[in-house]
């Protein structure tokens, strides 16, 4: 019975995972995609998919959830460096890279999760910028009227607005990542000239 268990619980955590993956992809080509229709792409059955999750918006929720971590842990790889601008816009393409494969759920995010929602899931990732962006005020490499923390939450919004720029074709996706580490570094007090040699140089 153990076993049976065991091997119930394994398929039903693969269909989770597969329902996943296929929902961001369906969510990706048709931001309206229903239940019944990631479903189908899925190749479950419509049930199988409120079992795992019980609404279009849980769904989304889990996404978004996972979007976070992978944001996360992408922004940990880049701030490790001395420099405090380096460390930032290191930062923002590893983050960028992660972000514009997720970018479609800001939008829908912002339908089914309340905004105070999305914050309080970004909240270790904003505390990482912060301190990198306070490092840097205090060294002197950052200028701005703004603490550490609202600097942070202003990159945490430019982003969201980038990927919104993505969304709606006003910038192009290839382009976004070294745009939005430059203009991160821009709002920091870096000159934008020095910000986009920085940025250059680490994408090569």
């Known amino acids: 019975m153990a076993a049976m268990t065991t091997g119930s619980a394994s398929r039903a955590d693969t269909n989770r995972r597969r329902i996943l993956e296929v929902a961001l992809g369906e969510l990706l080509r048709d931001p309206d995609a229903s239940m019944d229709q990631i479903a189908r792409a899925a190749g479950v059955v419509r049930r199988t998919v409120y079992g795992h999750f019980p609404s279009r918006e849980a769904l989304i929720s889990t996404l978004v959830d996972g979007a976070v971590e992978a944001v996360a842990a992408a922004q940990a790889t880049g701030l490790d460096l001395a420099d405090p601008a380096r460390s930032v816009a290191r930062s923002a393409l590893a983050v960028w890279e992660i972000a514009d494969r997720y970018r479609i759920l800001v939008a829908l995010a912002q339908r089914s999760v309340t905004v105070q929602g999305i914050r309080e899931r970004l909240t270790p990732v904003r505390e990482a910028c ?43 996706a290839r382009e976004a990542g070294p745009s939005a580490a430059v203009a991160l570094l821009s ?13 250059s140089a680490l994408k090569q």
């Open 130 to 172: 912060a301190a990198t962006l306070a490092r840097g005020l205090d060294e002197g490499v950052f200028v701005s009227p703004l603490p550490p923390q609202a600097l942070a939450y202003v990159h945490e919004q430019m982003l969201f607005a980038l990927m919104e720029a993505v969304n709606d074709g006003l910038l192009d």
């Open 187 to 199: 709002t920091a007090g870096v000159p934008a000239s020095h910000a986009a040699e920085l940025v």
